[in-house]
């Protein structure tokens, strides 16, 4: 593994102002990178459109695209896009490092989360989504591969390679005849139209959520199309080994998160931080609140499709420590600043990390 590391041509080349230093991860769109941007003494991430794509026009577009969108959002629990552009034919897009690791690295390593964790950080993605939501930006790719959380316990949710402005459809792009998104996290309307709106990222919390508390993901299938025909089809069932565990708050905060209609599913953010919170004092009042990794949790191989996803290449060496801390809780009232605290009395010295890597 190491050898690819070394010969990865991207490494010490720069674009623009920043000198790739190792890679962070890959996604569907391109790989992202480590780098140093020498003038403000400051590590940034760098993703690159990959060669294959730079004469498609469509996929330059998208690109630039989400480098305007993500540009103008600006929230605590959003990745900051710090500048876009061109150098020696590639295209490169370069924002806030955010040090640690995404949470489906987190789950694969972990197998599931325990429910306050899982709970306080699907509420910090609701509240990136509140934002971008306000701001006229749906983000159509809300699944644990695209939520970093931070070292600090920060939580930021990052690529907005598909996300669309809810005002400007006109200039929607789509991949002819194929469908965006991520397969298992798509909300039916958005595998059945193109006209859809911010309760697809509702949708797609609700099963990231859903998965966070299960350490499995619904609608499996053999096939990218076989798990689509399952997502319009099947219900999202609510395991009960996991569900009869934990006080139905949390049961119920999924349920209506993804209704497979979406005239019956939770309208708004606002909405979806209420049914959080009620879940999150149903947890506290059970005693259920450590935020620690679940003792013994099984450590899951995780489905082809999403280990491809997460599967980056990067040597173990290289690949980023876990999060010394847990996202802290969202207790503020709605509206109150969004930033998480820094951590209250709850260390967790000495805890084993199943998989221990
Ligand atoms: N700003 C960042 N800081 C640290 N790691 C990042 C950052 N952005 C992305 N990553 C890592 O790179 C992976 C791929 O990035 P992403 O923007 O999701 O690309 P894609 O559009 O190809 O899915 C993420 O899942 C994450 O592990
Ligand atoms: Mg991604």
Known sequence: MSEIQHTDPIIGQTFGNVVAKSILGRGGMGAVYLGHHPGLDMMVAI???PDLFVGKREMVERFLREARVSGRLQHPNIVRTL?????HGVYYLVMEYVEGV???RLLDREGRFSPMRAVNIAGFVARALGEAHDQGVIHRDIKPANILIARDGKVKVTDFGLARSITNTATA?????QVVGTPNYMAPEQIKSMDVDARVDIYALGVTLWQFLTGALPFE?????????NVVGEQLQMPKETFDTLPKELREAVVAMTAKDPRRR??????????LKKARDALRAAGMDSTAPMPGAPVRASSPQVKSLSDTGVPRSQAVPPPRNDPQSFT?????DVQPRPPQGNPRPGTPRPGGR
Not at 83 to 87: A, F, K, Q, T
Not at 173 to 177: A, D, E, G, I, Q
Request: charged fraction near 15%.
């Open 102 to 104: 995404d949470a489906q």
């Open 332 to 336: 503020k009232p709605l509206g109150s």
């Open 47 to 49: 993703k690159l459109l």
């Open 173 to 177: 792009l789509t991949l002819s005849n």
């Open 266 to 275: 939770l309208p708004n953010i606002p909405a979806v931080l209420a049914v």
């Open 221 to 229: 299938g053999a096939t990218p199309m076989a798990v689509l025909l």
């Open 83 to 87: 500048d876009v552009g061109r150098d």
